[in-house]
């Protein structure tokens, strides 16, 4: 599927609009922000960003454990690897952010249905099957079916970048000993009977970003910074 995103220079903010839902990404000074399970987040610089009115942020721990919103957000931070949202009237002013560093995150998405979702994309989440547990978790909570989801997989690290230990070669599939994350999220999305057709990937990598390029996203392989993150995000249009 085609895929067109647009990049605002003046909030440093590369993203896309459509099918009512906004959705993207951006770097963000991580030294603004405290480490552990008790942080907090610069939520008015966020807020300028993103102009958003309530938020609710996934940290991921690798853990595959799913948070789930369900027109709930008094929660705003999560230590997870998965955050779902399905409000019963969708809820314009909610953002749900996740803070990544050179893995992928996949979105899911169905506005009609108020669903809006994140999942982290790590290696291990998808050794786990982060995705299916996640869209079958949809599915039963909240019937609403795998054919009725969009898909996202946002920018992350790409094949040439990653650099897998030996080990996970027997658990994802691998091409010239080299791992895509985005190719096997995509698989694990089929494979949850999530349609080809609703599934959008963005082939940005942020090793691959440039000083200077319309959007340098934070990279560990590039700079092995701590102080800067990446934030991916996705809301509801207003
Ligand atoms: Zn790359």
Same mark, same amino acid.
């Given at each position: ?13 590369f993203?896309f609009?459509q099918?009512q839902?906004?959705? @993207?990404?951006t770097t963000?000074?991580f030294s %603004? ?10 939520e008015?610089k966020l807020?300028q960003?993103l102009?958003?009115?309530s938020l609710a ?10 948070? #789930?919103l369900? =027109? ?12 779902v949202?399905? @409000?019963?009237e969708?809820?314009?002013? /909610?953002?749900l #952010?996740?803070?990544?560093? %050179?893995?992928?995150?996949v979105? /899911?998405?169905?506005?009609?249905? =108020?669903?809006c979702?994140i ?5 291990? +989440?998808?050794? #786990? ?5 996640v869209?079958?978790l ?5 019937k609403?079916?795998?054919a009725e989801i ?5 920018? @992350?690290? *790409?094949?040439? *970048?990653f650099?897998?230990e030996? %080990?996970?070669? +027997?658990?994802l599939?691998?091409e010239?000993r ?8 995509h ?8 349609? %080809? ?6 082939s940005? *990598?942020?090793?691959h970003?440039r000083? @200077?390029?319309d959007?340098f996203? +934070?990279?560990?392989?590039r700079? =092995?910074?701590?102080?800067v993150?990446? /934030? #991916?995000?996705?809301?509801?249009k207003?």
């Amino acid at each position: 599927m085609k895929f067109n995103a647009t990049f605002s220079k003046d909030e440093d903010l590369f993203y896309f609009s459509q099918n009512q839902i906004i959705a @993207g990404i951006t770097t963000i000074n991580f030294s %603004d922000w405290k480490s552990g399970d008790e942080y907090s987040l610069p939520e008015e610089k966020l807020m300028q960003h993103l102009q958003a009115s309530s938020l609710a942020v996934l940290r991921s721990r690798h853990n595959s454990r799913i948070a #789930v919103l369900n =027109g709930n957000t008094e929660r705003r931070y999560f230590s997870d690897d998965a955050l779902v949202y399905v @409000g019963a009237e969708r809820s314009p002013d /909610l953002l749900l #952010v996740a803070m990544v560093s %050179d893995e992928p995150a996949v979105l /899911l998405f169905n506005a009609s249905a =108020g669903l809006c979702a994140i999942i982290e994309g790590s290696w291990e +989440n998808i050794v #786990v099957d982060s995705v299916r547990t996640v869209v079958s978790l949809i599915q039963t909570r909240f019937k609403l079916a795998p054919a009725e989801i969009s898909a996202f997989i946002w920018p @992350g690290i *790409c094949r040439d *970048c990653f650099k897998p230990e030996r %080990d996970l070669f +027997n658990y994802l599939k691998a091409e010239n000993r080299k791992i895509d994350l985005r190719a096997n999220l995509h698989r694990q999305l089929l494979d949850a009977k999530v349609k %080809d057709e609703r599934i959008q990937s963005a082939s940005l *990598c942020p090793a691959h970003s440039r000083q @200077g390029a319309d959007f340098f996203f +934070n990279s560990e392989v590039r700079s =092995g910074s701590a102080d800067v993150s990446n /934030l #991916v995000f996705i809301k509801f249009k207003d």
